[in-house]
T-cell receptor, first 114, second 111 residues
Framework: DTAVSQTPKYLVTQMGNDKSIKCEQN?????MYWYKQDSKKFLKIMFSYNNKELIINETVPNRFSPKSPDKAHLNLHINSLELGDSAVYFCASSPGLSSRLGYTFGSGTRLTVV | AQSVTQLGSHVSVSEGALVLLRCNYS??????LFWYVQYPNQGLQLLLK??????LVKGINGFEAEFKKSETSFHLTKPSAHMSDAAEYFC?????????FGKGTRLHILP
């Protein structure tokens, strides 16, 4: 039973399209995150939610909109996709707001924009 | 803000040899440090973490890391490399409400 699951695992789409990535965790954690990993493997936080409330919103284009319907789910919707959005997107969760205990990561969604 | 620097984007060791992956941190407060591993086409898995207390931290798969405050280091070691250890390794630090990752070190295992 996967602790943090993301769908889809792979996503290939054309420029200008709108797409969504879904994430669910069954750990009972309160906080969820989206990270972006670029082609050089660099990981950067995008958003975090705690009990459905937006906590972190890094300098991410407005085309990216996270949504958390409940504390077990955090989805990422991307409008008007651009070539530069191609990356691997990771969802993660943690017990609370503090990052000191570390995160549990999903297996990632590889987004390719053509 | 906290940060980590990983020395060496690629490290190659022979199977059975010692693995040493270097990480230095910068932190204005006592740091909480992590090592994560990413196998090809997979997510990140926590290898070990340092919170407080014992400075030598043991993790999964035979890895360990030592927190050295005087050197601001948290290097990852394994006595004997195995082919299955080939992966990307990330050092990371807790920065209040988020984890900051280093740029990663790709570990290659030579037969």
């Amino acid at each position: 039973d996967t602790a943090v699951s993301q769908t889809p695992k792979y996503l290939v789409t054309q420029m200008g399209n709108d797409k969504s990535i879904k994430c669910e965790q069954n750990l009972g954690h309160d906080t969820m995150y989206w990270y972006k990993q670029d082609s050089k493997k660099f990981l950067k936080i995008m958003f975090s939610y705690n009990n459905k409330e937006l906590i972190i919103n890094e300098t991410v284009p407005n085309r990216f909109s996270p949504k958390s319907p409940d504390k077990a789910h955090l989805n990422l919707h991307i409008n008007s996709l651009e070539l530069g959005d191609s990356a691997v997107y990771f969802c993660a969760s943690s017990p609370g707001l503090s990052s000191r205990l570390g995160y549990t990561f999903g297996s990632g969604t590889r987004l390719t924009v053509v | 803000a906290q940060s980590v620097t990983q020395l060496g984007s690629h490290v190659s060791v022979s199977e059975g040899a010692l693995v040493l992956l270097r990480c230095n941190y910068s932190s204005s407060v006592p740091p909480y440090l992590f090592w994560y591993v990413q196998y090809p086409n997979q997510g990140l898995q926590l290898l070990l973490k340092y919170t407080t207390g014992a400075t030598l931290v043991k993790g999964i798969n035979g890895f360990e890391a030592e927190f050295k405050k005087s050197e601001t280091s948290f290097h990852l070691t394994k006595p004997s490399a195995h082919m299955s250890d080939a992966a990307e390794y990330f050092c990371a630090v807790s920065d209040d409400d988020k984890i900051i990752f280093g740029k990663g070190t790709r570990l290659h295992i030579l037969p």
